[in-house]
């Protein structure tokens, strides 16, 4: 899933310390919310049928697909000014495949269940492979974290 060659990218403004601590917590967030979004969705989607259980579980897929959205926008090679990427906190980041996550059918899809209500909505498939998106996010963290450990030892303390 993880590619070890170097993407090119564009060049990306400079930040201090207490900026690259906040960016560093604003990425480890989305990862522990993914996490636990995830467990809560995979401990659910067996519960019951009745409306709220329904409802839970909705709830629970949403969370879980709205943090794997960011944390893939956090893995690419570019972004807006203002978008924590991981390329802020340690460069040059390895290429990170995800090519579950980052198929355009996939992220399409993202996008419009997690937007505004939109007409084709009801037609894209409810089934989402958790286990795939675990699995990718999951190496990418890691490898991330260990890219951390190396080039940017005064930042590892902020993720858990």
């Not at 564009?10 to 906040?22: D, E, I, K, M, S």
């Not at 259980?53 to 697909?65: C, D, F, H, K, P």
């Not at 924590?84 to 993202?110: E, N």
């Not at 937007?115 to 998106?133: E, F, N, V």
Request: charged letters at 25%; aromatic letters at 8%.
């Amino acid at each position: 899933m993880v590619g070890r060659s170097e993407r090119k990218h564009h060049p990306r403004p400079t930040h201090g310390q207490a900026a690259l601590r906040t960016a560093a917590k604003c990425a480890s967030y989305e990862f522990e919310m993914f996490m636990a979004a995830s467990n809560l969705w995979l401990r659910l989607r067996t519960s019951s049928n009745t409306p709220d259980g329904v409802a839970l579980r909705n709830i629970a897929l949403e969370a879980t697909l709205i943090h794997a959205r960011n944390l893939r926008d956090f893995f690419s090679p570019n972004g807006r000014r203002n978008d924590v990427l991981a390329r802020d906190l340690v460069a040059p980041l390895p290429r990170i495949a995800m090519p579950y996550l980052r198929r355009a059918s996939t992220g399409r899809r993202i996008d419009r269940l997690l937007a505004h209500p939109s007409y084709d909505r009801s037609r894209l498939s409810k089934q989402w492979p958790i286990g795939i998106l675990r699995t990718e996010l999951g190496q990418a963290w890691e490898l991330f974290l260990d890219r951390v450990a190396r080039d940017a030892p005064n930042l590892r303390s902020v993720f858990r």
